[in-house]
Structures are given as C-alpha cells and as structure tokens.
C-alpha cells in the first residue's frame, strides 16, 4: 500500500516526500477489535530529514495532498458513500491543481465527492457545481425605550 501511496503523493507535486507504514505493538495485553497493532503513517517531506509520524510533520496543503493519495489508493477496498473535500487544494496551482482534480474525479467513479475549491483545474473535473457563497447579515442595534 505504501508503494501506491507514494506514487500518487509523487505525482501531486511532492516528490521528495517519503511515506512509511508502521505497525506498533498495542498497549494492551488483550487482543482489541482490530488486532494487537496500531497502525501508524510516518513521513517526511524534506530530503534528508527522517520519517516522523504524519501528525507532526506535514502542512495543511500537504496534509490534504497524502490523505487524497490514501483514499485514492484504498477507495476499491471502500463502501464509503461520500467523501468531502474542504480546500485540499491549498498552496497548490496549475499542473498540480489539475492532478488533483483528476485524482477528485478519479475517486468520484466509485464514491461522490463534495469538493470545496477555489481552482479552475480542480473544479473543471467535477460533473456537477454547486455556487457556495456567504452572505453576512449586520443587524443595526435598535434604540430601546424604557417606561
């Protein structure tokens, strides 16, 4: 799994990342629901620097890029109905942008897939859009009269 991970963590721009599996014993003596390991994503996204573990290495850009690859590579293994994206494409443009996009709709052939974007490349791959917009409502304090 690691091995497909990384490729499409390559080819979202990242190519110096490397990202690691590891399994850790559990703390406890007794077999839990899923086994007796806990399984960590370890990585490093700067040549020379060692793996850590994901949580405390990487970017919120950089985050949102390897959670699309790992969802690209375990959505055959998934029944996961919908998956929703919030800006995964922060810090990112042009070619990498596109890539995204391709990956979005790539996972959207088995899953829909509701993806906030602010980029023309990754919106371009959607068959449907949806125009979100906030609007504020300011109130003026009314006076007050006291009897």
């Given at each position: 799994?690691?091995?497909?991970?990384?490729?499409?963590?390559?080819?979202?721009?990242?190519?110096?990342?490397?990202?690691?599996?590891?399994?850790?014993?559990?703390?406890?003596?007794?077999?839990?629901?899923?086994?007796?390991?806990?399984?960590?994503?370890?990585?490093?996204?700067?040549?020379?620097?060692?793996?850590?573990p994901?949580?405390k290495?990487?970017?919120?850009?950089?985050?949102?890029?390897?959670?699309?690859?790992?969802?690209?590579?375990?959505?055959?293994?998934?029944?996961?109905?919908?998956?929703?994206?919030?800006?995964?494409d922060?810090?990112?443009?042009?070619?990498?942008?596109e890539?995204?996009?391709?990956?979005?709709?790539?996972?959207?052939?088995?899953?829909q897939?509701?993806?906030?974007?602010?980029?023309?490349?990754?919106?371009?791959?959607?068959?449907?859009?949806?125009?979100?917009?906030?609007?504020?409502?300011?109130r003026?304090?009314?006076?007050?009269?006291?009897?």
């Amino acid at each position: 799994m690691a091995e497909q991970v990384i490729k499409h963590i390559h080819e979202l721009g990242m190519e110096h990342c490397v990202f690691e599996i590891k399994l850790l014993a559990s703390d406890s003596e007794q077999p839990q629901l899923h086994g007796m390991e806990v399984v960590e994503f370890h990585v490093t996204t700067n040549p020379g620097q060692p793996v850590r573990p994901l949580s405390k290495v990487v970017s919120g850009g950089e985050l949102s890029r390897i959670s699309l690859a790992i969802q690209v590579v375990t959505a055959q293994f998934s029944d996961i109905p919908t998956l929703i994206f919030d800006e995964g494409d922060v810090g990112i443009s042009g070619g990498i942008a596109e890539m995204v996009g391709n990956k979005l709709r790539l996972l959207g052939t088995n899953s829909q897939i509701l993806c906030v974007t602010h980029q023309a490349q990754v919106a371009s791959q959607a068959h449907q859009h949806l125009n979100v917009y906030k609007q504020s409502m300011i109130r003026k304090a009314l006076p007050v009269s006291v009897y």
